[in-house]
């Protein structure tokens, strides 16, 4: 699913989760930025895929989004922009929800 193409007037459970929680399927084209959303149970995979995505030139930005779960002290957002600097991404190219 692509996000132009969602229809928010008959947005299901199962829509939203799957945007969520699933590893999206890469559509090979080129884009402004990458988004990745928080996802608990796939934080590292889904920054993995930004960052390989991002180095083949596929945007010149990663938007990460994520806040603070309820044990959590640091949120999720800026994990995952650690994790793509410890990754090699430049801290220009991130941006953080």
């Given at each position: ?26 559509d090979k084209l080129k884009g402004d930025c990458?988004?990745?959303f928080s996802s608990k149970n796939w934080l ?13 030139n596929r945007a010149p930005y990663i938007l ?34």
């Amino acid at each position: 699913m692509l996000l132009s193409e969602i229809n928010f007037d008959n947005l299901t459970d199962k829509d939203i989760n799957k945007i969520l929680f699933d590893i999206p399927v890469d559509d090979k084209l080129k884009g402004d930025c990458i988004l990745v959303f928080s996802s608990k149970n796939w934080l590292e995979e889904r920054v993995r895929l930004a960052v390989k995505l991002y180095k083949e030139n596929r945007a010149p930005y990663i938007l990460f989004t994520g806040g603070l779960g309820k044990s959590e002290k640091v949120p999720e957002a800026i994990l995952m922009k650690e994790i793509a600097i410890n990754l090699g991404v430049p801290e220009d190219a991130i941006i953080t929800e």
